[in-house]
């Protein structure tokens, strides 16, 4: 049963063909089946398995066992890894999943292991902050407020731009692009205008690609 990997929620059979062949062949794995075959083997290794495919296969539940396992797994894994290389995890996957499903409210609080994993690695990093959220984390106040405060670094540099190549480099910023306020929004639009009123060499044209773009990828609405 570890023959599989799993993509978007859904359980991929290590190898498959055209004709419906499959191995292992999920699409024998009943909910029925899944109980009895726990029931049969009985131990933690099994059921860390069993439980893990019934939740990806059939939506069950996980026992706050098995939910702790992956904490442990997670960690485990992050050892001798950088914190970003948890995407690469399958356990922080499935612990995304759980999140997003809101089921993690039974070991919140009582799981040592999860607190470890928030307070003992570098939250601090906005790209593993980032990460966090997209997968469907919960961020702490304080962790939102330095988030939200090194964006706000990142977009009030506009203050200070005055070339239409420093403007550029702006507008390519993705992170400027996803978190800029609409009073810098505002003021982005004023600073377009100035520059491209003085300037009237190659790069303006450039620039106007660059800032299309950046309203095409904003989350204001431009007009």
Same mark, same amino acid.
């Given at each position: 049963?570890?023959?599989? #990997? +799993?993509?978007?929620?859904e359980?991929q059979?290590?190898?498959?063909?055209?004709?419906?062949?499959?191995?292992?062949?999920?699409?024998?794995?009943?909910?029925?089946?899944?109980?009895?075959?726990?029931?049969? *083997?009985?131990n933690?290794?099994?059921?860390?398995?069993?439980?893990?495919?019934?939740?990806?296969?059939?939506?069950?539940?996980? #026992?706050?066992?098995?939910?702790?396992?992956?904490?442990?797994?997670?960690?485990?894994?992050?050892?001798?890894?950088?914190?970003?290389?948890?995407?690469?995890?399958? #356990?922080?996957?499935?612990?995304?999943?759980?999140?997003?499903?809101?089921?993690m409210?039974?070991?919140?609080?009582?799981?040592k292991?999860?607190?470890? +994993?928030? *307070?003992?690695?570098?939250?601090t990093?906005?790209?593993?902050?980032?990460?966090?959220?997209?997968?469907?984390?919960?961020?702490?106040?304080?962790?939102?407020?330095?988030?939200?405060?090194?964006?706000?670094?990142?977009?009030?540099?506009?203050?200070?731009?005055?070339?239409?190549?420093?403007?550029?480099?702006?507008?390519?910023d993705?992170?400027?692009?996803?978190?800029?306020?609409?009073?810098? *929004?505002?003021?982005?639009?004023?600073?377009?205008?100035?520059?491209?009123?003085?300037?009237?060499?190659?790069?303006?044209?450039?620039? *106007?690609?660059?800032?299309?773009?950046?309203?095409?990828?904003?989350?204001?609405?431009? +007009?």
């Amino acid at each position: 049963m570890s023959d599989i #990997s +799993f993509q978007n929620r859904e359980i991929q059979p290590l190898f498959s063909t055209s004709d419906g062949y499959e191995n292992p062949g999920i699409t024998k794995w009943s909910e029925d089946i899944l109980e009895e075959l726990k029931h049969y *083997f009985s131990n933690d290794i099994s059921d860390f398995l069993i439980e893990t495919i019934s939740y990806l296969f059939h939506h069950n539940e996980m #026992s706050s066992k098995t939910k702790g396992t992956h904490i442990e797994l997670l960690l485990d894994y992050l050892k001798n890894k950088t914190d970003i290389e948890i995407i690469n995890c399958s #356990s922080f996957e499935i612990l995304s999943y759980l999140f997003e499903d809101r089921t993690m409210k039974d070991i919140f609080k009582s799981s040592k292991a999860y607190k470890n +994993f928030f *307070f003992k690695h570098s939250e601090t990093e906005i790209e593993i902050i980032d990460t966090l959220k997209k997968y469907s984390y919960p961020i702490s106040k304080e962790l939102n407020k330095k988030r939200k405060t090194c964006y706000r670094t990142k977009y009030e540099n506009l203050n200070d731009i005055i070339l239409s190549y420093s403007l550029s480099q702006y507008l390519k910023d993705i992170d400027i692009v996803k978190e800029i306020v609409e009073e810098y *929004f505002d003021k982005l639009k004023t600073k377009f205008r100035d520059i491209i009123n003085k300037e009237s060499d190659i790069e303006i044209a450039s620039l *106007f690609i660059d800032y299309m773009e950046f309203l095409l990828q904003s989350q204001i609405d431009p +007009f």
